[in-house]
């Protein structure tokens, strides 16, 4: 059946500006564009986009899509202003669960300035409760849960984290990077079918914001990494396409394991340093307003050359989370000396604090910078005071990285931040805080549509409206443009030729 696209506006971001008139569809591949008069007698059906504007489909290349879809249903702390507000919308939540957790804290939002501690929560006595910051690089724990997970003034530091320990020695509750795991490796596993819901909720979120697919982390924080493989089994067998990186601790395992039509696997994930929020971002100088402190160095070198090892004898890339300059130059020292196989890119997560001779390194290798435009408003104004004036001009560089010639992709990084595609295009574009590193319309929506395509090595049939690549369409109100981003509507999301979502009128 060949369904002919048509009565719209249809970019095909092949270059800035190019559009066609109209959109063969057949078995979920494009086989023709251009005029409708020419397409129409080829067609069996036509889909009206009754003047609305299609792009290619909108893919977030870097979101926790189970970690969204309980953000859905969890309470979020993210617009919570003050310690007193969370403590009290605490309460009204517990309901004597055993553990309670949940996300979203902002110590650069709460009135108090400080992060919370287990003294804030310590009221709660009979349930372990865990609140995890917005970055999720850091957790409080109240002192129930500190006992439940056997941890003591006197437990060591593990290799990549810190127990936060007050101005006496005494336990604070704070947790940082690797050792969030003490607590959260005590939390009870999820079911199945617990996450089977949680994933269909956050795909039909993710639907409804136009979104086609998502590059998604979610192997290793579920139990055996078969519980939320499962789960995303038996809920994505069509409608969106979900493509999984696979932790390093399940990397191997994994390795057996079988793509299905809509879910894919990719690099191993490997964390090198933490965030810029919560000062464990790994610098190669002081935090300007924390002299004294570079950050955190989640693995050990050896560790992390024998990570990198471990991903080349199976022929693959690595996607790694370096937010840091230091981070980033550790990864490229390795990526130099272990290059990835042919016809593969490794993917650098974040790069929001650079130097210019680590961007003069990474032109000349086969990588993808993965992007989150929506954390400069996030991050700024604090961000001046974490760096210092000093590194502002390569940081957060996203039209500097672009300019360079270096690929890019464009995610949310959700639940941390809003995995909604036209507020991190809105904040690429419109970028008030950085304004000389704004991008133009064009490039923001590419980081959405190619970029991600790139960054998992589908540029030849995913990201444009050409013949031959996958039917996979975001429909707007509006052509997109510098003043209406924030006011443009979803109209429709297809996948593989098929709507998946359409604005009710």
Same mark, same amino acid.
């Given at each position: ?23 063969? =569809? ?20 036509? !889909? ?89 690089? =850091? ?96 809920? =994505? ?14 990397? !191997?395992?994994?390795?057996?394991? !079988? ?38 160095? =989640? ?207």
């Amino acid at each position: 059946m060949k369904t002919l696209w048509t009565n719209g506006k249809i970019f095909t971001m092949k270059s800035e500006g190019d559009f066609v008139e109209a959109v063969l =569809v057949e078995d979920g591949t494009i086989i023709s564009t251009g005029f409708k008069k020419d397409l129409l007698p080829l067609a069996d059906q036509m !889909e009206s986009l009754d003047g609305s504007v299609m792009y290619p489909g909108f893919v977030d290349s870097h979101i926790h899509l189970i970690g969204h879809g309980e953000k859905l249903s969890y309470l979020d702390f993210s617009s919570f202003t003050s310690i007193s507000q969370i403590k009290e919308a605490i309460v009204g939540h517990i309901q004597n669960k055993e553990w309670y957790v949940t996300e979203g804290w902002d110590d650069n939002k709460l009135k108090e300035g400080r992060p919370l501690t287990c003294m804030d929560i310590d009221f709660i006595d009979e349930t372990a409760v865990v609140l995890k910051r917005v970055c999720r690089h =850091v957790l409080v724990a109240n002192s129930k849960a500190m006992r439940l997970a056997g941890i003591s003034k006197d437990t060591p530091n593990p290799t990549g984290g810190i127990i936060g320990k007050d101005e006496k020695g005494e336990l604070n509750g704070l947790f940082y990077d690797e050792a969030q795991r003490l607590i959260t490796d005590y939390i009870p596993s999820p079911t199945t079918d617990y996450l089977k819901k949680i994933i269909t909720s956050s795909i039909e979120d993710l639907q409804s914001k136009g979104l086609t697919g998502v590059h998604s982390e979610d192997m290793a924080y579920y139990g055996h990494y078969n519980i939320p493989l499962q789960a995303y089994r038996e809920v =994505v067998k069509s409608g969106f396409r979900v493509h999984l990186l696979r932790h390093h601790d399940v990397f !191997e395992q994994m390795q057996d394991e !079988e793509e299905s039509a809509f879910i894919e696997f990719g690099a191993m994930k490997i964390f090198v340093d933490g965030s810029l929020g919560g000062r464990t971002a790994l610098l190669s100088e002081d935090y300007a307003d924390k002299p004294g402190e570079r950050g955190i160095e =989640v693995h050990s070198p050896e560790k992390l050359e024998e990570l990198v090892k471990l991903a080349r004898r199976y022929k693959e890339n690595i996607a790694v989370h370096v937010i840091g300059d230091e981070a980033v130059e550790k990864v490229l020292d390795l990526i130099e000396k272990y290059p990835v196989t042919v016809g593969k890119k490794d993917r650098l997560i974040h790069v929001n604090v650079l130097r210019v001779d680590l961007v003069e390194r990474m032109k000349k290798l086969s990588v993808v910078l993965d992007l989150q435009p929506i954390f400069v408003a996030s991050d700024f104004p604090w961000a001046k005071e974490r760096l210092g004036a000093t590194r502002l001009p390569w940081a957060y560089a996203w039209k500097s990285l672009l300019d360079e010639g270096l690929d890019c992709s464009g995610g949310s990084d959700s639940p941390i931040e809003l995995a909604d595609p036209l507020l991190g295009i809105e904040a690429a574009v419109n970028n008030l805080h950085l304004p000389q590193q704004a991008l133009t319309v064009y490039e923001a929506v590419s980081l959405y549509t190619s970029g991600s395509a790139k960054a998992i090595g589908r540029e030849n049939s995913r990201g444009f409206i050409l013949p031959g690549y996958d039917a996979d369409f975001t429909i707007l109100d509006n052509v997109l443009e510098k003043e209406n981003i924030l006011s443009t509507k979803i109209v429709q999301t297809v996948i593989a030729g098929e709507s998946v979502y359409k604005i009710q009128k």
